[in-house]
Each structure stands twice: as C-alpha cells, then as structure tokens.
C-alpha cells in the first residue's frame, strides 16, 4: 500500500545537513543517544502528517508521496525545496554601538529575535557586527531517512497532528461525540483558530468541528 495525498501518515525521520552530516532533527531517542545529540528537553516520538499537506518540507513532501507505508526510505533534498537558497540582500552589517546600548555582547553564532524575525551573528570585527536573516539551513541540502511506520485512521490522532502542525500544540485536547470534535486549544489567536477549523474540516471530512 502506497502513500497517498491527503491521506494521514505517521512517519519517523532523521534529518541531516548533507555536506556535513550533521544531525539538526529527528524523531528517535535511541538514535538521538547513539549519535551523541540527544536532549533531554526534547520530545522524540513518531510525527504525524497529512501527505500533499505540506506538513514536512516541500521536497520531502513530494517524496513521501507513492512511497510504500511500512518500508523505510532515504532522499536528498535541495535547497530550493528545502529551506531555501540563501540571500545575499538578507545579510547586514550594522555597528556594535547598537549591541552595547542594548547590553549585549554580539559573538558569532549568536542567535538574535529582531522584530520577529530570527537573525545569526556571523562575525564581529572592527566594531561592525555582520547579522544574517537567513534560514540558518539555508543553501543546505538535506539528506532525510525516513520510515513510514503506518496510515492514521482514528479521527483524535488526525485533529492532534493538525494541532501540532498548525499552531505547534502537542496533544492538543480532543472530545469526540456525535461525529462532533470538541477541540481544547492554548492560543486564542482568531485568525488562527479560524484557520486551523477551516483545514480540520477539509482534511478531516465528516466531523463537525467545535473549539474552545
């Protein structure tokens, strides 16, 4: 049985920046604990999608896509399918004064949330910090394996991915009574809210759908 759009899947992955090996995400503890990355803050379970969905990164989402549920599978992922080629007009060079006025002491590698946007100090030098607005995978080709462990049928699980993948709510709460889901959601954002009502209801046909 084949993989198909639309269709709910439970998969398990590792994911590596390709010229380097380097693992940046996965979903397997005893492989985290092998490859010395593991966290004990993190959670590491099998990931739930709806294949076509984007869900996963778009070149592996094309993948998926035909591929034999059960059998484990490995792909290379481009840029451009990935996290993007990286942008020469996204990287910045701005004074130090503006770090020191801020308390801060810039040093490359340092992550920064500016406006929203996340930003990576490349390098400091002469009292000029250059900053990057770049994906910090991005120009990166992506090397996954992946096993699609099973189809997802149970209407809960579904609505719960939806949740994660949607709004980032893991486990999200979920009553099913009368074909009527009653869903517990954190963010009270309403375009969110609305947004994640409109996709359960295509993605999950035949159940009504409450939030709260």
């Known amino acids: 049985m084949q993989a198909k759009k639309g269709e709910f899947i439970e998969i398990d992955y590792i994911a590596k920046i390709k010229s380097t090996g380097k693992i940046f995400d996965l979903t397997l503890a005893d492989a985290a604990k092998k490859e010395g990355v593991f966290q004990q803050s993190q959670t590491y379970e099998p990931l739930i999608i709806c294949v076509g969905e984007k869900h996963v ?31 020469a007009k996204l990287i910045q060079l701005v004074s130090q004064r503006m770090f020191k006025k801020q308390k801060m002491n810039p040093f490359p590698g340092l992550q920064l949330n500016i406006d929203g946007n996340i930003a990576t100090v490349r390098s400091v030098s002469g009292g000029r910090v ?83």
């Open 57 to 87: 990164i778009k070149g592996l989402d094309e993948v998926i896509e035909g591929k034999e549920i059960g059998k484990e599978f490995e792909t290379d992922v481009p840029p451009e399918k990935a996290f993007g080629k990286r942008n």
């Open 130 to 212: 250059i900053i990057d607005f770049n994906n910090p995978l991005a120009g990166q080709v992506i090397h996954y394996w992946v096993k699609i462990n099973r189809t997802v049928t149970d209407n809960k699980k579904k609505l719960q991915a939806l949740a994660y993948s949607l709004l980032a709510e893991r486990s999200a709460r979920v009553e099913i009574k009368d074909k009527t889901a009653t869903v517990t959601l954190k963010n009270k954002d309403k375009d969110l809210r609305k947004n994640f009502s409109e996709t359960a209801k295509k993605l999950v046909p035949g159940i009504e759908i409450k939030i709260i």
